[in-house]
T-cell receptor, first 113, second 112 residues
């Protein structure tokens, strides 16, 4: 099994719908992150969590919300999806030192029509 | 604040030629530096990292990078490109213990 699992892998949804992307990890890491990837823009941080009771906005949090249900689970929600939220979404984890870098999931490709 | 600049969004090399992907960073403290590779339809995989030990860092698949503080650079190299190296490469910088800042990526094409 993968260390960081994202579900679903692909999703097509309609404008205005609420959608949740889920992430679970078996690394035992305290820190979890959500990024979106767009061509030419690299990875941009949406939200991050340093432990279960800690939630922080990243550089592009508008239109998104998150929930840290447990140390191993961190979900991302789009409350009312819009077409410019079409992107590849990645969940990542790290320990508190970041000495070993981030471990990434395989990504969720989201299309909003 | 930290930032990363990757020069060249697309790089093409012939199979067997030297691969050089450039990364410059800004950081107010000694940073951690990372290179990640993303193959098509996959997540990001760690290639190598610099965390204040040896300045020449060796990674997987024959890649290496050298931390040059005076030039604020962390360029990625590989002596001989292979077709399987075709991928997107991301440089990232982190203050120790804090979040990453990623570059915008460099797409590497290897020409047979």
């Amino acid at each position: 099994d993968a260390d960081v699992t994202q579900t679903p892998r692909n999703r097509i949804t309609k404008t205005g719908k609420r959608i949740m992307l889920e992430c679970s990890q078996t690394k035992g890491h305290d820190r979890m992150y959500w990024y979106r990837q767009d061509p030419g823009l690299g990875l941009r941080l949406i939200y991050y969590s340093f432990d279960v009771k800690d939630i922080n906005k990243g550089e592009i949090s508008d239109g998104y919300s998150v929930s840290r249900q447990a140390q191993a689970k961190f979900s991302l929600s789009l409350e009312s999806a819009i077409p410019n939220q079409t992107a590849l979404y990645f969940c990542a984890t790290s320990d508190s030192t970041v000495l070993y870098g981030y471990t990434f999931g395989s990504g969720t490709r989201l299309t909003v029509v | 604040a930290q930032s990363v600049t990757q020069l060249g969004s697309h790089v093409s090399v012939s199979e067997g030629a030297l691969v050089l992907l450039r990364c410059n960073y800004s950081s107010s403290v000694p940073p951690y530096l990372f290179w990640y590779v993303q193959y098509p339809n996959q997540g990001l995989q760690l290639l190598l990292k610099y965390t204040s030990a040896a300045t020449l860092v060796k990674g997987i698949n024959g890649f290496e990078a050298e931390f040059k503080k005076s030039e604020t650079s962390f360029h990625l190299t590989k002596p001989s490109a292979h077709m399987s190296d075709a991928a997107e490469y991301f440089c990232a910088v982190s203050d120790p213990g804090n979040q990453f800042y990623f570059g915008t990526g460099t797409s590497l094409t290897v020409i047979p």
